[in-house]
């Protein structure tokens, strides 16, 4: 018998969240019936015509017809969630020959996945440090390395695995001149000393363009993808958020040694607190059996499989990056050499899509402005929806195999 899942992480999240839905929706209704409701800037118009459309309701028919649709979709929510908890789904992809390891790291070679893709073109390929890697390769057919491999490439993939005792001492200093080095390497070794093109995704793009301005000679072209490095566009400064979870933040670090898994995904639980709300009311509608509902377990899974990060790592990303703004203001180093990106040659394609919110455009935006030259592709998708979803392929696949073969 197939074993409920551990997620969605954080549990307690979601189910506080349901919970406070149902009291403020009924809290809400009790003081517009009063004439009263604080609204906020951004919603006044829409509150004051949704105040006036309940002029002339029964108060009485309305409160019991709202506790009947919170009692839907709050049974809906519960539903989907043991639904998802329960599906027989698991990724079975087999994973592709390691050439070189290192602690946790190692670089699978997906040439292994397309007969004609080990005679293809090296092209090295970065992953963020704070989810699993296999968001490039969820399924069979959602495979933007599997795709590559069968349009010319042999993707070779740093895969970050999950960090041991070592691992989490490193910094980030470790991780690009030392781990991201010696994968580029292998990569030229397999080009037969030529430079190879290096695709970064999301914090690995920001990893990937400061391995570019380090390396230049070993990298022929660079592809970021949703790289954020202006960590305050569009906020004029750091989240408030962060300032006041700071000391907690400092603690917990400083305690384990590293950022637990569950504080990560928090984090980014916080960005939408109700997404889990309303996706698993809706995958509760789905048959289980359908590729939809495969697709979404997929996807879920992925979620909920996070590693913890260094210490070290969660120091510079946090209060380095988002606290002070490092990248964008000229003081980010990494092994002493300040990593400007005005100093990358190489042909460049920033890959910024438009329904970002984990990664805003704008930031992103910062570090491909900076590049001499650099392209843009701007993809109608989200920050994980280019990668996986339903128009991945015309979106972002396509072109970026014509890019890469352009360069």
Known sequence: MTQPRKGPRPMLLHLMTAGMVSTSSSAAWNLLKSGWAPWSKNL???????????????????????????????????DGLE??????????????????ESGSTRLLDYGATAPAAKSGRPVLVVPSLVNRSYIMDLTADRSLLRYLATSGFRPLLVDWGTPGPADLQKSLDDYVVGDLASALGIAADVANGHAVPVIGYCMGGTLAAALSVLQPDQISALVLMAAPW????DTGGPPPALAAARPALENQIATLGHLPVDTLQAMFFALDPLQGWTKFQAFSEINPGAAAALKFVALEDWLNDGVPLAGDVARTCLFGWYGDNEPACGTWKIAGHVIDPAQIACPTLGVLPSEDRIVPPASAQALVDKIPNAELLSPKAGHIGMMVGSKATTELWSPLSEWLSKH
Do not use: I
Request: no cysteine.
């Open 44 to 78: 006044l118009p829409k509150g004051n015509a949704l105040q006036k459309d309940l002029e002339n309701v029964n108060p009485e028919a309305f409160s019991a017809a709202l506790l009947d649709e919170l009692n839907r979709r709050h049974a809906g929510f519960l």
């Open 83 to 100: 639904k998802y908890r329960a599906h027989e789904f698991h990724r079975t992809l087999e994973t592709p020959p390691v050439l070189w």
């Open 230 to 233: 202006d960590f305050h566009a």
